[in-house]
């Protein structure tokens, strides 16, 4: 944490609630409905700094510890659980690129990424690759010095919203989960399509898409990590996803709670 931080630990919850009452509660619904992420709300919880609060100052962030930083998010997810999801999935791929990134690469993407600038999608799953994600076939062929990729890929939390793709293909088809590497990928890259967004029951301000991947050349320093070594990669970003589920659970919870005291007749009794 940088000590401006330090000296001002709630700051950012304090910010997150404001933000909720004054950007997220009024449209929250409608966006739900609508299955919509307004370019305006990007730019505004880019402006409040949540994208990058728990990552460096160095590159850009602000530097929050992970329990603040949760905590924030989960007033997020209070108001909005699609938009959390949103921001999850977007730490998910600042998580693996902090940890496994070139200098290079961070230099490039981390900037932009924890300013919000740009938003960043993490996709490992496909049609028969859920729970068993070594299970995978979307296949990565090195070709001279670029990789071409082939595959569909499915439930890509941010498609289309996102400028920065994250994504795991199988380089070592016979090898298993030690087959597996990791690629940054941008979007309008030749050969790579994002799909119309799925009808969701819940969720629905975060945009869910296919990706396909038609002989997708790429430079070979969209690596991310070492080459059959992104099944560590992938699992390490799952983590941080983990932990804003359980962020998320939690303000769902919170909220339910509330509105049904306030629906009891108690309204401000249990309400913070
Ligand atoms: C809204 C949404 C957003 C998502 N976003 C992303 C994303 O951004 N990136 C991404 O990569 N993926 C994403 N996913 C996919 C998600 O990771 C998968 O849905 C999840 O891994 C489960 O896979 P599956 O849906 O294929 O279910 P399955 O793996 O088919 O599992 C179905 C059921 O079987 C159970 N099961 C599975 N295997 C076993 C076993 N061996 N023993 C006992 N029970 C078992 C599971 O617990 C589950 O209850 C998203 C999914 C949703 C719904």
Same mark, same amino acid.
């Given at each position: 944490?940088?000590?401006?931080?330090?000296?001002?630990?709630?700051?950012?919850?304090?910010?997150?609630?404001?933000?909720?009452?004054? #950007?997220?509660?009024?449209? *929250?619904?409608?966006?739900?409905?609508? /299955?919509?992420?307004?370019?305006?709300?990007?730019?505004?919880?880019? *402006?409040?700094?949540?994208?990058?609060?728990?990552?460096?100052?160095? @590159?850009?962030?602000?530097?929050?510890?992970?329990?603040?930083?949760?905590?924030?998010?989960?007033? %997020?997810?209070?108001?909005?659980?699609?938009?959390? %999801?949103?921001? #999850?999935? #977007?730490?998910?791929?600042?998580?693996?690129?902090? +940890?496994?990134?070139?200098?290079?690469? +961070?230099?490039?993407?981390?900037?932009?990424?924890?300013?919000?600038?740009k938003l960043a999608a993490y996709t490992i799953?496909?049609?028969?690759?859920?729970?068993?994600?070594? &299970?995978?076939? &979307?296949?990565?062929?090195?070709?001279?010095?670029?990789?071409?990729?082939?595959?569909?890929? @499915?439930?890509?939390?941010?498609?289309?919203?996102?400028?920065?793709?994250?994504?795991?293909?199988?380089?070592?088809?016979?090898?298993?989960?030690?087959?597996?590497?990791?690629?940054?990928?941008?979007?309008?890259?030749?050969?790579?399509?994002?799909?119309?967004?799925?009808?969701?029951?819940?969720?629905?301000?975060?945009?869910?898409?296919?990706?396909?991947?038609?002989?997708?050349?790429?430079?070979?320093?969209? %690596?991310?990590?070492?080459?059959?070594?992104?099944? +560590?990669?992938?699992?390490? /970003?799952?983590?941080?996803?983990? %932990?804003?589920?359980?962020?998320?659970?939690?303000?769902?919870?919170?909220?339910?709670?509330?509105?049904?005291?306030?629906?009891?007749?108690?309204?401000?009794?249990?309400?913070?």
């Amino acid at each position: 944490m940088n000590d401006s931080a330090k000296g001002a630990e709630c700051d950012i919850i304090t910010s997150a609630k404001a933000f909720c009452k004054q #950007h997220l509660q009024p449209i *929250a619904r409608q966006l739900d409905k609508d /299955g919509r992420f307004p370019e305006e709300l990007r730019q505004n919880m880019a *402006a409040a700094g949540f994208f990058g609060m728990n990552y460096p100052a160095e @590159y850009g962030g602000s530097g929050y510890d992970s329990v603040t930083a949760y905590q924030a998010a989960k007033e %997020l997810a209070k108001a909005s659980a699609g938009v959390a %999801l949103t921001l #999850h999935v #977007h730490w998910m791929a600042v998580d693996a690129l902090v +940890k496994f990134g070139s200098e290079e690469q +961070k230099r490039c993407y981390l900037p932009d990424l924890l300013q919000g600038k740009k938003l960043a999608a993490y996709t490992i799953s496909e049609a028969q690759a859920g729970s068993d994600a070594a &299970a995978i076939t &979307a296949e990565a062929v090195l070709c001279g010095d670029r990789w071409v990729l082939n595959g569909t890929k @499915y439930f890509c939390t941010n498609g289309g919203l996102a400028d920065v793709y994250f994504v795991a293909f199988k380089t070592a088809p016979d090898a298993g989960a030690k087959g597996i590497s990791m690629f940054i990928i941008e979007k309008g890259t030749p050969g790579f399509q994002i799909g119309p967004a799925e009808e969701k029951m819940g969720c629905r301000s975060s945009l869910t898409t296919s990706l396909r991947f038609t002989g997708c050349s790429i430079d070979s320093a969209c %690596l991310l990590g070492n080459v059959n070594e992104g099944f +560590k990669v992938a699992m390490y /970003g799952l983590t941080g996803g983990r %932990l804003g589920m359980a962020a998320m659970g939690l303000g769902i919870a919170e909220a339910a709670l509330e509105l049904s005291v306030r629906g009891s007749g108690h309204a401000g009794r249990y309400v913070c």
